[in-house]
């Protein structure tokens, strides 16, 4: 049989040059499908240099021979080297080299990853510690250091159209020997995605109640301050979250929506402090009652770094438990709207919430004969706060990738903003806090915060604070 010399020169040199060519001008492939593409060209181009380097043996040209061995074995180099790179590219698919961090489906910019692979595991995390001293308030050894949280998210993306997505965190920094006050551990949510339309996707398992800006984006780099605004801790109890089932989707590109039906909260765990112990929390919680919880946000493409929102949550919490001799439903009722603007180095954001409790006189008489601290449930709680924050570096450093930015935080709520009949308010949760500080951050996922918080009360001395920490995410 015999080959053509030229033809046989002008395949070997084709091959060459597609070989030779730079492994990063590849492009690369987004999912495992286009990478098996990859893979079966580079054998077909094997198997043709192997059969032209046969076919000059048979036609018994050394130099032409020679020439195609010595393709082959470049070849053979070239694969090994293209073989090591689909390698990495593979492994690239599952955890991406270079994060883009950016929320998306109304979760934190770090508990996204998931939704930006192509298939496989996704892993990510936050975490924060802080120094906190009170001032004024010495004689009660209450200054601390803690590491307030260490948190893992660990995601698959089974298929273009089925994820899970999960929050494992760990509170300072041990389980204190079975003390929650000491440190726990905890699944924050864990749930499965179902991608149907964009309009209306599915969402099941514990997952986070969508109300107000930290139960969903409780990432450090990404809210003022080492402690969350008390408004989202005592009236809206964050991180709040429920087993659960519901809708979530955008109803226009400016306009998007989240709606769960849930287990409800327990009555038997609220005091003067709120509704906040009443959590299920997905650790075996009571579900003889169940709760409704919608969100709707509206971010108008006119106006760049703008929305506004606002969710509500009804739901019964009696749980089928007996208060004072008697067997009520409970209703809970809570509501809040918000607010925020970001505009160049400029931050604000601003949200107000209302809750109202049924039969809070039937709680607060079952906590007084069970001898409960905190025994009195207001029957209606109210809580807003206002921050604002601007970067000042782009002003000192033009093109500076950090960031700097003072801020100043406002709010005020009261737990028991109305006490149920023949019950006492004795007003030491009707509190006022100013809170002033600065954030900087050297890379944008990691912060370094500081801040002084002035907190009064409308009966009892509450001290203030100054705090220094970090926090982090990956």
């Not at 074995?73 to 991406?96: C, F, G, M, W, Y």
């Not at 009660?140 to 994820?163: C, H, M, P, Q, S």
């Not at 089928?320 to 209703?331: C, E, R």
Request: no cysteine.
């Amino acid at each position: 049989m015999k080959i053509n010399r030229t033809t046989l020169k002008s395949s070997a040199l084709t091959a060459l040059i597609a070989l030779n060519a730079p492994i990063h001008a590849l492009e690369k492939p987004k999912t495992m499908e286009d990478m098996w593409k990859i893979i079966q060209v580079q054998q077909q181009e094997i198997e043709a240099m192997k059969m032209q380097m046969n076919g000059a043996k048979v036609s018994e040209q050394p130099p032409v021979a020679n020439a195609a061995s010595g393709s082959v074995k470049n070849l053979e180099r070239k694969t090994d080297v293209l073989s090591q790179e689909v390698e990495k590219l593979r492994t690239n698919l599952a955890i991406p080299e270079e994060a883009k961090y950016k929320s998306m489906y109304g979760l934190g910019p770090a508990a996204s990853k998931i939704y930006q692979v192509g298939k496989g595991l996704s892993i990510g995390g936050y975490g924060e510690g802080h120094y906190q001293a009170n001032v004024g308030d010495k004689g009660n050894n209450k200054d601390n250091a803690d590491l307030e949280r260490l948190v893992l998210y660990a995601g698959y993306k089974f298929t273009d159209n089925i994820l899970f997505n999960s929050e494992l965190e760990f509170e300072h920094a041990t389980t204190g020997e079975g003390s929650e006050s000491k440190g726990e551990v905890s699944v924050e949510f864990a749930a499965l995605d179902f991608f149907i339309d964009p309009m209306a996707n599915v969402r099941a398992g514990l997952v986070l109640m969508p109300m107000g800006f930290i139960n969903q984006i409780h990432e450090p780099p990404f809210y003022f301050g080492n402690n969350r605004p008390e408004v989202e801790q005592r009236i809206i109890p964050s991180t709040w979250r429920e087993v659960g089932v519901g809708l979530f989707g955008q109803i226009t590109p400016e306009l998007t929506y989240t709606t769960y039906v849930v287990n409800g909260l327990n009555a038997e765990e609220f005091g003067s402090k709120g509704i906040r112990e009443g959590r299920g929390g997905g650790s075996q919680a009571k579900a003889e009652n169940f709760a409704y919880v919608a969100r709707m946000d509206y971010a108008p493409e006119a106006l760049p770094g703008v929305s506004v929102g606002g969710s509500a949550y009804v739901g019964n919490s009696g749980q089928n438990q007996t208060f004072a001799g008697k067997n009520p439903d409970i209703l809970v009722q809570l509501y809040e709207g918000h607010a925020q603007w970001k505009y160049r180095g400029l931050e604000w954001r601003a949200l107000g919430s209302w809750g109202h409790i049924n039969n809070a006189d039937l709680i607060s008489s079952q906590r007084s004969i069970d001898k409960k601290e905190g025994a009195v449930v207001g029957s209606e709680n109210y809580g807003w706060y206002t921050e604002v924050g601007y970067d000042i570096l782009p002003l000192i450093f033009k093109d500076t990738a950090q960031y700097l930015a003072p801020f100043f935080r406002y709010e005020q709520f009261d737990t028991i903003a109305k006490a149920p009949t023949d019950f006492p308010d004795d007003g030491n949760m009707d509190r006022h806090i100013y809170q002033f500080g600065l954030q900087y951050k050297p890379i944008p996922n990691v912060v370094i915060k500081a801040d002084y918080r002035n907190i009064s009360a409308k009966k009892g001395s509450v001290p203030d604070d100054f705090n220094l920490g970090f926090g982090f995410i990956f």
